[in-house]
C-alpha cells in the first residue's frame, strides 16, 4: 500500500513567520515530489515540484527531500494571510504510471 | 503555461440523467490526463488515468461502465456520468501532463456536480 502521510493541522503561524509543513511517504522507489495548495472550493494549484535530495528554492517556498528518511517537507517564509490554504504532499511512485498519490492534506491559517 | 480548462464549472442534474465534463490542456499537449474525485473535507482520489487513443485505466472500486473517459486527442478528455445518483454529487477535477514534460501534474478548474 503506497501510502502519504499528512499532519491534517490546522497549523496557525502569525504573519511573517516561517510555515513548516512535513510529508512522509511509504515507498522507497518514490520519484518525484510535488507540493499543491488548494484554497476552499478550489482546484489544486501547483506550488513546487523536487526530484533529488536536497534544498529546491522558488520565492518565499523552499521545498525538502530526503530520500533516505522517506521525508518531504515545504517552508513558507514571510508567511501572509493569503497564503492561508490547505497544502497537498503527493508523490510519484515508479513503475505506477507516474500516478501521484496525495496526501490528506495540512490546513495552515496565518493569523495577521 | 501549461493551463487547463475544464467545463462546465458547476452542473445541476436530475437523478438518472447523464452528465458530460470537458477537460482541456489549452497551451500543451496531454498524453495523459488524470479524473478526480474530492468529497467535502477529503483529499483528492483519483477514479482513472486517461491516455490519448487507449481505453482508460480505472482505479479500483471505480465503476468503469458510470464513468465514461473519451480521451481523442491531445489536449481533450470527456468524463461522463451516467445516470447519475445523489450519492455521485462531488466536485471531479481533471489534470493533465504535458507529453514531454515531467510528472507534474496542472490541474483544471474542476466541475461541482450536483444530483437531485
Known amino acids: 500500500q503506497k501510502e502519504v502521510e499528512q499532519n491534517s493541522g490546522p497549523l496557525s503561524v502569525p504573519e511573517g513567520a516561517i510555515a513548516s509543513l512535513n510529508c512522509t511517504y511509504s515507498?522507497?522507489?518514490?520519484?518525484?515530489f510535488f507540493w499543491y495548495r488548494q484554497y476552499s472550493g478550489k482546484s489544486p494549484e501547483l506550488i513546487m515540484s523536487i526530484y533529488s535530495n536536497g534544498d529546491k528554492e522558488d520565492g518565499r517556498f523552499t521545498a525538502q527531500l530526503n530520500k533516505a528518511s522517506q521525508y518531504v517537507s515545504l517552508l513558507i517564509r514571510d508567511s501572509q494571510p493569503s497564503d492561508s490554504a490547505t497544502y497537498l504532499c503527493a508523490v510519484s511512485f515508479a513503475g505506477d504510471g507516474n500516478k501521484l498519490v496525495f496526501g490528506a492534506g495540512t490546513i495552515l491559517r496565518v493569523k495577521s | 503555461g501549461a493551463v487547463v480548462s475544464q467545463h462546465p464549472s458547476w452542473v445541476i442534474c436530475k437523478s438518472g440523467t447523464s452528465v458530460k465534463i470537458e477537460c482541456r490542456s489549452l497551451?500543451?499537449?496531454?498524453?495523459?490526463m488524470f479524473w478526480y474525485r474530492q468529497f467535502p473535507k477529503q483529499s483528492l482520489m483519483l477514479m482513472a488515468t486517461?491516455?490519448?487513443?487507449?481505453?482508460?485505466?480505472?482505479e479500483q472500486g471505480v465503476e468503469k461502465d458510470k464513468f465514461l473517459i473519451n480521451h481523442a486527442s491531445l489536449t481533450l478528455s470527456t468524463l461522463t456520468v451516467t445516470s447519475a445518483h445523489p450519492e455521485d454529487s462531488s466536485f471531479y477535477i481533471c489534470?493533465?501532463?504535458?507529453?514531454?514534460?515531467?510528472?507534474?501534474?496542472?490541474f483544471g478548474p474542476g466541475t461541482r456536480l450536483t444530483v437531485l
Open positions: 497551451d500543451f499537449q496531454a498524453t495523459t
Open positions: 515507498d522507497r522507489g518514490s520519484q518525484s
Open positions: 489534470s493533465a501532463r504535458e507529453a514531454s514534460g515531467g510528472d507534474e501534474q496542472f
Open positions: 486517461s491516455n490519448e487513443g487507449s481505453k482508460a485505466t480505472y
